[in-house]
Structure formats: structure tokens, C-alpha cells
């Protein structure tokens, strides 16, 4: 059986499905940047002139300071790269070459189709990037805000942790039960498959072994 044409196929699907939503991802990418970047700078607007300046007012401080870089970082990746698509850098490139008289794909003059390969494949990373940054940037605010939570009542921080869990939770059941039931025939393909999956292992394990014990023969 051979299994690399559907890995192909899936991994084609893929690419094709996150190019067609990456227009999507790049404006709520920038949304979801720009007001995080509003709020960390009113929090630390807010953060500096509070007295004391006990502990937790200290490490909200820093963090929300650390989470503010991470935040323009972000944007400026999503917007740089949403914003240079529409030059048409590419065509520009191959005209250039063009004009002063080389061939695209000779001389190691790049073609139109490498030139755009290239750019799908940074596009694929700036997205893979601001996802990482997002990550740690939401992780920084959420414990600078329970941080400064803490500092006017220990339990109220206790609260907004639990109520991120649960709207996390709520989060993970919508998109579970949103997802359509397999059919009969969806789980028996399934199940064929898995039992496809575990012969193939144990037949390499099996290989393995045989040519193991001839080695030591």
C-alpha cells in the first residue's frame, strides 16, 4: 500500500486551504496585535503612578513591559508582509531581468514560479512566527493581569484564573460538538486505515529484527 500519495495529498490540501484563509489570519493577526497593544499600554499607564509598589505590582510592571515588544513585533511581521503582496514585488524582480536581457531560470536568474514559492514559503513562516509570539505574548498578559489582580485581593486572581480555564474549556467543547459526526463509512475507512497503520509497524519491527539477527549471524 502506498501511503506517501495521500501524505502528498494532504499536505497539498494543506498549503492550498491555508493560503486561501492566510488574508483571514493576517487581518485578525493584526486586530488581535494592535489591541493588545492599546491595552498593555493603558495597564502600564495605569501600573506606574500605583503606590506602594509592592511585589505584584512589580512583576505586573515587567511583564506587561516584556509583553509590549512581543506585541509590535508581531504586528509589524503581519503587517509588513500583508502590505508588500499587493506591490507585486515578483513581477517587478522577473521584469528587471527581463528587460536588461536574461532569461528567467537561466543563469540562476530566478523564475516568477520560484520567486513566488519563495514568498508563500516567508509568508508560511512570518504566520508560524506571530502565532509563537501571540502564544507567549497572551501567556505574559494573562499573568500580569492576574498579578495585578493580586494586588488589590489574592482571591480575585484566583477567580480570573479559573474563569480562563473555563472559558477555555467552553472554547474546546463549542469547536468538539461544532464538527460534523463521521458517517458509517468515514469510521470504517478509519478503522481500516489504523489496522493498515499497525500491520506496517509490525512488519518494519519485524524487519528490523530479521535483519538484527543476521548481522550477528
Not at 120 to 129: A, E
Request: positive net charge; aromatic residues 8%; contains cysteine.
Amino acid at each position: 500500500m502506498n501511503t506517501q500519495a495521500p501524505a502528498d495529498q494532504g499536505r497539498k490540501a494543506y498549503s492550498s486551504m491555508l493560503e486561501r484563509i492566510t488574508p483571514w489570519l493576517f487581518e485578525v493577526g493584526s486586530w488581535i496585535f494592535g489591541g493588545l497593544i492599546a491595552f498593555t499600554v493603558l495597564i502600564i499607564g495605569a501600573l506606574l503612578p500605583v503606590r506602594p509598589v509592592d511585589l505584584p505590582v512589580q512583576i505586573a510592571t515587567a511583564v506587561f513591559a516584556l509583553a509590549l515588544p512581543l506585541n509590535v513585533t508581531g504586528l509589524v511581521l503581519l503587517r509588513i508582509v500583508r502590505d508588500v503582496k499587493p506591490v507585486g514585488f515578483e513581477q517587478g524582480i522577473v521584469r528587471v531581468f527581463q528587460e536588461a536581457g536574461f532569461t528567467p531560470g537561466q543563469q540562476q536568474i530566478p523564475t516568477l514560479t520560484t520567486l513566488e514559492a519563495v514568498r508563500k514559503r516567508g509568508t508560511r513562516n512570518v504566520l508560524y512566527t506571530a502565532l509563537g509570539i501571540l502564544t507567549l505574548s497572551a501567556v505574559l498578559t494573562l499573568a500580569g493581569m492576574g498579578a495585578a489582580l493580586w494586588h488589590v485581593e489574592w482571591w480575585i486572581a484566583v477567580a480570573f484564573g479559573v474563569m480562563v480555564l473555563v472559558c477555555q474549556i467552553i472554547v474546546q467543547i463549542v469547536v468538539v460538538t461544532s464538527q460534523p459526526r463521521p458517517t458509517a463509512e468515514e469510521r470504517a475507512e478509519w478503522q481500516r486505515q489504523r489496522r493498515e497503520a499497525i500491520r506496517l509497524a509490525k512488519e518494519q519491527v519485524r524487519q528490523a529484527k530479521e535483519r538484527a539477527r543476521q548481522a550477528k549471524d
